[in-house]
């Protein structure tokens, strides 16, 4: 099949083989800036967008990407490339493939070439949202103290270099600052990451460091800024080589980075849009007033059983989610543990058919044409584990609940961070914590407990006897008979006792 480069000038060449924005990309007005242009941006916020804007009377929301590691400059060159142009392919329960190129990201920005560009944008008076996904780590929240991080280096890079900043802290605080002194309206800063509260907690954090880099700017912020809580989901795994050569090979499109994730898709909003915001309710978002359950039921679900399987299916030596989600037995202690461990501290889910979702979440894992890498899943778990499995331990622990299967996780992520599987293969641990694990991983062979002791990721955990009890016993029982092994006597027990 001839094959052409994806850009604007050859869009119309794809109509028929996959779908195609209908609407006049060059007609539409930017609305909204979004930090952070990874797949899951890609596969969520700007698919409902891009669904929003062939809705003809919409021109006001197009998005510009910003790009804002140094790291990121291949999604920046790939989107300048091909006019801000790529392909979402969904792949389907079945197999199918559904294609389509997506249009709503209209301007593309590299922040480290041009910070000042990127800071005039986001206070430019058209733009009424600035969104993020900058990973659960990137909010820079400390664990230990519950504060924001001064200590972070890039931190004190942008404190002292406010007009060259290198963190989302830095360029809110510039861009706040500018729409002061220009005496323009304020606008909305709409966290799309998996932490819990993730509005309130880019309003703490972001707080924080203004208070301290730009302490009169404060009360403006209060004053003129919204942060809606939010709860986001779609699985979207990182594209791999073949993805790219099928979809030249199948639909003629030279795509450098299309990409790929599963039809599930949902957004559950917080109503809070300061300078108003797109109709996203048309398009399958849902706005409520409290996200709070959803988020919770989320992240501890979904995300945490994410955890869950890609750290002992990491230790098993599996490679993809759905090879682990679809072995029976660690399908069975996955639902155990969100039934036993999970499910009691979820609290009031008006509305919400658990039974339900936490089957469809096990089979959505099992999808085998997702082929969602461990790699990616267990990577920067030291920014997971606190948001996605400790509150359900804190909670437990102070309930007086169960917390046998997630201290089991634990212990298997501690081993898990020797970098080294059960057959003895290298594992690939990619962390920002990485070295500190490693050292407290080799410490912890003579004395588990050792791991516990970080106190940045784990808090207050290593006081709780109870809970170091269990993960010292469960940390023996892996290194004496292997994941595969405890897991099934651990079910075993689970139908004795009941
Ligand atoms: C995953 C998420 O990174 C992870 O550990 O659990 O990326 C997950 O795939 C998304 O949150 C799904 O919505």
């Known amino acids: 099949m001839t094959s052409y480069k994806l850009n604007n000038l050859n869009l119309s060449k794809f109509e028929g083989q996959v779908s195609i924005p209908k609407y006049n990309r060059s007609n539409i007005k930017t609305g909204i800036v979004h930090v952070g242009i990874g797949g899951f941006h890609r596969a969520h916020q700007a698919f409902y967008t891009d669904k929003l804007l062939h809705d003809e009377s919409i021109k006001d929301w197009g998005v510009c990407g910003v790009a804002l590691l140094d790291f990121d400059t291949k999604i920046y060159n790939t989107l300048k490339e091909q006019d801000g142009l790529y392909t979402l392919i969904v792949k389907e329960l079945d197999g199918t493939l559904t294609k389509s190129i997506i249009g709503s990201i209209t301007e593309y920005m590299f922040a480290p070439e041009n910070p000042l560009q990127v800071i005039e944008k986001m206070a430019s008076p058209e733009v009424k949202i600035i969104s993020l996904t900058i990973t659960e780590g990137g909010y820079n929240y400390d664990e230990a103290t519950g504060t924001f991080n001064f200590k972070n280096p890039l931190i004190q890079h942008d404190l002292k270099n406010p007009k060259a900043p290198k963190t989302i802290f830095g360029y809110l605080t510039q861009a706040f600052k500018l729409r002061k ?201 030291s920014a997971k584990f606190p948001i996605f499995v400790l509150p359900t331990v804190n909670a437990q622990l102070k309930q007086n609940g169960t917390i046998e299967f997630a201290a089991f996780v634990v212990a298997a992520w501690a081993i898990y961070s020797l970098g080294v599987n059960e057959a003895g293969e290298e594992l690939v641990v990619k962390d920002a914590m990485q070295n500190l694990l490693a050292e407290k991983a080799k410490a912890a062979k003579s004395n588990p407990k050792v791991f516990l002791e970080i106190e940045s990721v784990f808090g207050k955990l290593k006081d709780s006897k109870q809970f170091v009890d269990s993960y010292t016993a469960a940390y023996k029982n892996i290194t004496e008979n292997g994941v595969a092994k405890c897991v099934l006597d651990m079910n075993a027990n689970v139908l004795k006792e009941n």
């Open 181 to 381: 002194e220009r005496g323009l309206k304020g606008c909305t800063v709409q966290s799309c990451d998996n932490v819990q509260g993730n509005g309130h907690v880019t309003k703490n954090m972001l707080l924080s460091y203004v208070n301290s880099a730009e302490p009169e700017l404060v009360a403006w912020i209060e004053a003129n800024v919204s942060f809606p809580n939010s709860m986001v989901d779609r699985i979207t795994p990182a594209t791999s080589q073949s993805d790219i050569s099928n979809l030249l090979e199948s639909s003629g499109i030279d795509d450098a980075w299309p990409v790929v994730c599963e039809p599930f898709n949902q957004w559950v909003i917080e109503d809070d849009f300061i300078a108003g915001r797109p109709a996203w309710e048309t398009v399958g978002a849902q706005f409520v007033k409290d996200v709070v359950p959803y988020e919770k039921m989320k992240l501890s679900l979904l995300n945490a059983g994410h955890s869950v399987l890609g750290v002992l299916g990491a230790l098993i030596g599996y490679a993809t989610i759905d090879e682990v989600a679809n072995n029976p037995d660690l399908a069975t202690f996955l639902r155990t543990y969100m039934d036993n461990e999970v499910t009691p501290v979820l609290g009031d889910l008006e509305g919400v058919d658990l039974e339900n979702y936490k089957e469809s979440l096990l089979q959505r894992f099992g999808n085998i044409y997702i082929k969602d890498q461990i790699d990616r899943i267990c990577s920067e778990s």
